[in-house]
């Protein structure tokens, strides 16, 4: 089977809708909140996936009158939002823990709950496991995103799992008025790890949305291959080099120092021939080249 970005997400979202519709009863009659976490974070899931999919189609859109340079906006969009939504489910499940410490109940069903994380783990992180290679080879923050989410999913499982593991084990051994608190502080620490990633992906997000530079590494990359092409036409000086980046989409405009009087075609065809180059070179990258008057500042 040949997999492209948009059925993948379609798995995802099938996989989400499956997984909240079993999570949530289970919640519900575990009396949990380490597993309503789980649960609603299955919630959160669809609504990613149903956004990421309207975001995958528009990505295939060529540019038009409104967006004058397609939708590549919309993935650190897509992302940002993924960042925002996991971020508030987090925090929401620590103000209802700390409830639960206050009035605390005991956990009912243990043995189901066992089951719900133990095999949830095993599917959560191995889809996540997939989705990221996926990712990486279809070049695509969205799933690679995506698939860091079912992996979180997944630890959160194993969590659940050697908790109440842990709280079965100790019935008896242990003054049950104790065990009680494990549920809510472990919800508790769980959420507090979970918010490390998407907390990131917020701030790569963010970075994209606002045309933060990628980084100097990308600027030496750039230098290395211009480098060439100047040598090669005898082009004086590189007047400047701006770089932003749209999720997948890199966007480079490279200012040069006007060479001596030379023929519009010569220029034109320098000019094309720098552009094309390092495209190819960058995946795909949008590459703008313009030549300068030589007394006009950088």
């Not at 956990?107 to 997939?130: D, E, H, K, N, Q």
Request: with cysteine; net charge positive; charged share 20%.
């Amino acid at each position: 089977m040949r997999f492209n970005e948009l059925n993948l997400m379609r798995m995802s979202l099938a996989l989400s809708v499956v997984y909240a519709c079993v999570s949530l009863p289970i919640a519900v009659l575990c009396d949990s909140m380490t597993v309503l976490l789980d649960a609603l974070y299955c919630v959160a899931d669809v609504i990613i996936s149903l956004f990421a999919i309207y975001t995958v189609r528009r990505l295939g859109e060529p540019p038009n009158e409104r967006y004058h340079f397609g939708y590549a906006k919309y993935e650190p969009v897509q992302t940002t939002l993924n960042g925002v939504l996991i971020t508030a489910l987090c925090v929401a499940a620590i103000i209802g823990s700390i409830q639960d410490i206050v009035h605390h109940d005991p956990v009912a069903r243990l043995s189901l709950a066992i089951w719900y994380a133990g095999i949830g783990m095993f599917v959560c992180t191995g889809f996540g496991a997939f989705m990221r290679i996926m990712g990486k080879r279809l070049n695509s923050d969205i799933l690679a995103a995506n698939g860091v989410l079912w992996i979180i999913d997944g630890l959160l499982d194993l969590c659940v799992f050697v908790a109440f593991v842990a709280i079965a084990s100790l019935k008896g051994v242990v003054d049950e008025r104790f065990l009680n608190y494990v549920d809510p502080v472990m919800c508790i620490a769980l959420s507090c790890v979970l918010m490390r990633k998407p907390l990131l992906i917020l701030r790569d997000g963010f970075l994209d949305i606002v045309d933060a530079s990628p980084g100097e590494d990308m600027r030496l990359r750039i230098d290395e291959l211009l480098s060439g092409y100047l040598a090669r036409h005898r082009i004086g000086a590189t007047r400047h080099i701006r770089i932003r980046k749209a999720g997948r989409k890199l966007f480079v405009v490279i200012g040069l120092a006007a060479a001596g009087h030379r023929p519009l075609r010569e220029i034109t065809a320098i000019r094309r021939e720098i552009e094309q180059g390092i495209a190819a070179s960058l995946s795909g990258a949008e590459v703008s080249v313009a030549f300068e008057e030589q007394t006009r500042r950088s």
